[in-house]
């Protein structure tokens, strides 16, 4: 009994200390010797790595990069095939893709969401200017350098506790301890194949720069504003033909309605003449 309290004890300490390594994850960073490369001078108030940290320390910045681009275009389903061909050719990929056919009022349009390798992604955004009048580009960039570091060392703690109770579980005797071993592992398993998720989604958009990329027709694209006064003069006629164009389209459609109210009033005015002479014919 004494022989099996004392191996109670050590393995319930055992398990706290683990426990404490694995919830480190998320309050504290690991020393050196635990995996993260290049000194750790100090820890923040949660105990993760701070800015600063990873300023003195010499590793690789992980950047996310977002961007958007309007391209108008002659065609822009034609330009929308190309825009794929020019984004599969380095190896990027296509994650969703919207096209509208041309219609009597529109001359089409496509709006894709590009991932493109981020050291490819200078040179692919020429490419995909090339394909008409750029009218606007605009990219966005987040460092999450820290995120990655602290997600690594998480793991790294976690397979780290994960190993200290696969060697106690090969150790114990106990049926209690090894069912109390077994629900610990299979626990600490589960946040680490969620963590390993996380990380590889990091990954994913770290490596791959996503883009969204709008191809429409000159039909559909906005006037550029005048900058002169010839410019403004045009802009101005172009306004006032366009002003009583659509004037006449609202008399033309609401022409039949005006001669059909105007027939049904001259049939109320006749008939109302014709019975007040009828009264005073009979009044007489």
């Known amino acids: 009994m004494r022989r099996t309290a004392i191996g109670g004890l050590v393995l319930m300490a055992v398990l706290t200390l683990g426990g404490c390594s694995a919830l480190g994850a998320s309050e504290e960073s690991l020393a050196p010797d635990q995996g993260v490369a290049g000194p750790?001078?100090?820890?923040?108030?949660?105990?993760?790595?701070?800015?600063?940290?990873?300023?003195?320390?010499?590793?690789?910045?992980?950047?996310?990069?977002?961007g958007s681009a309007v391209v108008t275009v002659d065609d822009p389903l034609?330009?929308?095939?190309?825009?794929?061909?020019?984004?599969?050719?380095?190896?990027?990929?296509?994650?969703?893709r919207q096209e509208y056919a041309p219609t009597e009022f529109s001359g089409g349009s496509a709006t894709l969401v590009l991932r493109i390798p981020a050291d490819q992604l200078t040179p692919t955004l020429d490419e995909l200017r090339g394909l008409?009048?750029?009218?606007?580009?605009?990219?966005?960039?987040?460092?999450?350098?820290?995120?990655?570091?602290?997600?690594?060392?998480?793991?790294?703690?976690?397979?780290?506790?994960?190993?200290?109770l696969n060697a106690l579980l090969e150790r114990a005797d106990e049926i209690a301890d090894l069912i109390a071993l077994e629900a610990e592992v299979s626990s600490r398993q589960g946040q680490l194949e969620s963590l390993e998720a996380q990380q590889r989604y990091l990954a994913d958009q770290v490596s791959m720069s996503t883009l969204t990329l709008e191809l429409r027709s000159e039909r559909t694209a906005p006037d550029p504003d005048p900058d002169t006064f010839l410019e403004g003069l045009a802009a101005g006629w172009g306004a006032f033909v366009a002003f009583w164009a659509g004037a006449l389209v609202v008399l033309g459609v609401v022409a039949p309605w005006l001669v059909?109210?105007?027939?049904?009033?001259?049939?109320?005015?006749?008939?109302?003449?014709?019975?007040?002479?009828?009264?005073?014919?009979?009044?007489?």
Not at 260 to 281: E, K, N, P, Q
């Open 132 to 164: 008409g009048r750029a009218d606007s580009v605009a990219l966005w960039s987040a460092d999450v350098t820290v995120e990655r570091q602290d997600l690594d060392a998480r793991i790294n703690a976690l397979r780290t506790s994960i190993e200290r």
């Open 78 to 96: 034609d330009a929308a095939r190309e825009a794929v061909r020019i984004v599969e050719r380095i190896g990027g990929r296509v994650d969703s």
């Open 260 to 284: 059909f109210l105007g027939l049904l009033a001259l049939g109320i005015v006749v008939l109302v003449t014709a019975l007040r002479r009828r009264s005073a014919s009979s009044a007489e």
């Open 40 to 66: 750790v001078e100090a820890e923040d108030a949660s105990g993760g790595v701070t800015d600063r940290e990873v300023a003195d320390q010499s590793v690789d910045r992980s950047i996310i990069v977002t």
